[in-house]
Nanobody, 117 residues
Framework: QVQLVESGGGLVQPGGSLRLSCAAS????????MRWVRQAPGKGLEWVSA????????NHTDSVRGRFTISRDNAKSMVYLQMNNLKPEDTAEYFC??????????RGQGTQVTVSS
């Protein structure tokens, strides 16, 4: 079965960095687009960063562009989110999600990121 397992979250001070990882299994990873989405307390789901199957197509939402970098390793079935210069407004549960065609499919269970002094 499809599994997406996020890790790497935690508590960090403003201006700090974290690297999130997502381990995928149960499907042919290289055939699927991947993205990171997040949900802050009391708010809806927000997409953060997306990457194409081969890794050469990348997009970030405006609020994280220049601070976050998404990458993937198809040999390891992993997707990453390097987050630098973190801000309190980045506090959220972060999920990785796979996509195929024009649809986004399953998400993982999430990893909590808290940015606070």
């Amino acid at each position: 079965q499809v599994q997406l397992v996020e890790s790497g979250g935690g508590l960090v001070q403003p201006g700090g960095s974290l690297r999130l990882s997502c381990a995928a299994s149960g499907f042919v990873f290289r055939n699927f687009r991947m993205r990171w989405v997040r949900q802050a307390p009391g708010k809806g789901l927000e997409w953060v960063s997306a990457i194409s199957t081969g890794g050469n197509g990348i997009n970030h939402t405006d609020s994280v562009r220049g601070r976050f970098t998404i990458s993937r390793d198809n040999a390891k079935s992993m997707v990453y989110l390097q987050m630098n210069n973190l801000k309190p407004e980045d506090t959220a549960e972060y999920f990785c999600q796979r996509g195929y065609g024009n649809r986004w499919l399953e998400r993982g269970q999430g990893t909590q990121v808290t940015v606070s002094s």
